[in-house]
């Protein structure tokens, strides 16, 4: 006699990358703090940035808030995005981590140069494109040149 499996929910195995579940943590997400994962991201993944992040900081140049991030994650995403769309199709996998695990290697495929917290970010914002892009269309417009004491938009310039 067999017993009967709900297949609904089943826990990782021990041999899974811990970065799926930290993927399947992001994709609850919502799209404001994907986006400003995103954004810090950017700065966290790439040494030079950080270097400069600090220096800007010290010298009270960097408002570092959470509008500053993500109008960072929106520049980044919009820049991203097509890139992102363009790599190949994949099967629907039917299982997060299955999803999470072939998004994030599309993102690595398509996006040259990004660190594990961009990938991250980048493939729950994949994962999550219609919320993010409705957020990114119409929940907020960064502005170029805007004479706040805000960098990042400077330094995320792609």
Known sequence: MSESYDSRFTLPSIDDDPSTEAGVILMGL???????????????????????????ARHDALALDTEALIEAGITRWRAVRPLI??????????????EWEQ?????????????????ACLAACWLRRDDVDRFAEHGRTPEKG??????LSRVFAD
């Open 146 to 151: 805007s004479g706040s004491r805000d960098v």
């Open 103 to 119: 998004t994030t290697a599309r993102v690595t495929a398509t996006v040259t140069g990004l660190g594990p917290a961009s990938v």
């Open 30 to 56: 919502d799209a404001e703090r994907l986006l400003a994962g995103v954004g810090l991201a950017r700065i966290a993944d790439e040494p030079a940035l950080v270097a400069l992040a600090v220096d800007q």
């Open 85 to 98: 769309a363009a790599g190949p199709e994949m099967t629907v996998a039917g299982s997060l981590r299955k």
